[in-house]
T-cell receptor
Framework: RKEVEQDPGPFNVPEGATVAFNCTYS??????FFWYRQDCRKEPKLLMS???SGNEDGRFTAQLNRASQYISLLIRDSKLSDSATYLC????????????FGTGTRLLVSP | NAGVTQTPKFQVLKTGQSMTLQCAQD?????MYWYRQDPGMGLRLIYY???????DKGEVPNGYNVSRLNKREFSLRLESAAPSQTSVYFC???????????FGQGTRLTVV
């Protein structure tokens, strides 16, 4: 079983749609959680951290369920510019932050 | 702001050749990482350096060596390149603890 699992997609949605991505992780000792965004042929960049209480940043909402070892990302009112691959990232902090990446979920937003 | 700088951006090697990928960060980060990214595999950790003077193996270290030259620089060396090492390589850095990792722009390496 992979440490971090995501549906690879692609998710094809029209502009203005709401789309949700899910991610599960296997290591219950994981301590930090992130969503990264990766544009085609570019480096990953942090989209948002994920907190137990859930957090929102504009059109983006991230949630964490530690009991189910499950992370989600909700994008409301999708824009063309949201087209990218979204990477679920889990970290073990053992004196050093070991990041484990999911394979990513590809989102395509069409006009 | 330079952030994390990797060189070269592209490279083609013949099987058996050697090369060094260079990485430098100007954010005074303690931790640095080398990842490779392959289709369907996600980013996999090759080596990391938790702090200056230390390096450790990650998930896929075979065929690679690293050097943490100083706090800023962390290089990755392929001693004898193989076609299986065709990939996109990313260097990253972060501060200690629960923080964002910053990535370089990547090196696209093809071994023929």
């Amino acid at each position: 079983r992979k440490e971090v699992e995501q549906d690879p997609g692609p998710f094809n949605v029209p502009e203005g749609a709401t789309v949700a991505f899910n991610c599960t992780y296997s290591n219950s000792a994981s301590q930090s959680f992130f969503w990264y965004r990766q544009d085609c042929r570019k480096e990953p960049k942090l989209l948002m951290s994920v907190y137990s209480s859930g957090n929102e940043d504009g059109r983006f909402t991230a949630q964490l369920n530690r009991a189910s070892q499950y992370i989600s990302l909700l994008i409301r009112d999708s824009k063309l510019s949201d087209s990218a691959t979204y990477l679920c990232v889990v970290a073990l902090n053992t004196g050093f932050q070991k990041l484990v990446f999911g394979t990513g979920t590809r989102l395509l937003v069409s006009p | 702001n330079a952030g994390v700088t990797q060189t070269p951006k592209f490279q083609v090697l013949k099987t058996g050749q050697s090369m060094t990928l260079q990485c430098a960060q100007d954010m005074n980060h303690n931790s640095m990482y080398w990842y490779r990214q392959d289709p369907g595999m996600g980013l996999r950790l090759i080596y990391y350096s938790a702090s200056e003077g230390t390096t450790d193996k990650g998930e896929v270290p075979n065929g690679y060596n690293v050097s943490r030259l100083n706090k800023r620089e962390f290089s990755l060396r392929l001693e004898s390149a193989a076609p299986s090492q065709t990939s996109v390589y990313f260097c990253a850095s972060s501060t200690t603890g629960n923080t964002e990792a910053f990535f370089g722009q990547g090196t696209r390496l093809t071994v023929v």
